[in-house]
Nanobody
Framework: QVQLVESGGGLVQAGGSLRLSCAAS????????AGWFRQASGKEREFVAS????????AYAESVKGRFTISRDNAKKMVYLQMNSLKSEDTAVYYC???????????WGQGTQVTVSS
């Protein structure tokens, strides 16, 4: 399994921005697709955004389209999530994940808490 470590969470006011980072230990990180998920208190984990191995293809949940941007730096083995125009409903623990093509999301970080105050 790939080791993942998220950082960058915190407390921010509604309308503010945060940038989450995820450091990966994969030897060939560029072989993996990467994604961000989140889990609010009392709710199931949900998909937020994903990016292909090359960075050429991205996908977003409808709730974050136009506000969040996922990116990656394969040389640094990093994945990022730029979050703008944050809303109280974005409050959750955010998790980074990676997967090989055609495989399930099966490597997870410990998560980073994002709290948006209204």
């Amino acid at each position: 399994q790939v080791q993942l470590v998220e950082s960058g969470g915190g407390l921010v006011q509604a309308g503010g921005s945060l940038r989450l980072s995820c450091a990966a230990s994969a030897r060939i990180f560029s072989a993996y697709g990467a994604g961000w998920f989140r889990q609010a208190s009392g709710k199931e984990r949900e998909f937020v955004a994903s990016i292909s191995w090359s960075g050429g293809s991205t996908a977003y949940a409808e709730s974050v389209k136009g506000r969040f941007t996922i990116s990656r730096d394969n040389a640094k083995k990093m994945v990022y999530l730029q979050m703008n125009s944050l809303k109280s409903e974005d409050t959750a623990v955010y998790y980074c994940s990676v997967r090989l093509p055609g495989r399930l999301w099966d490597s997870w970080g410990q998560g980073t808490q994002v709290t948006v105050s209204s």
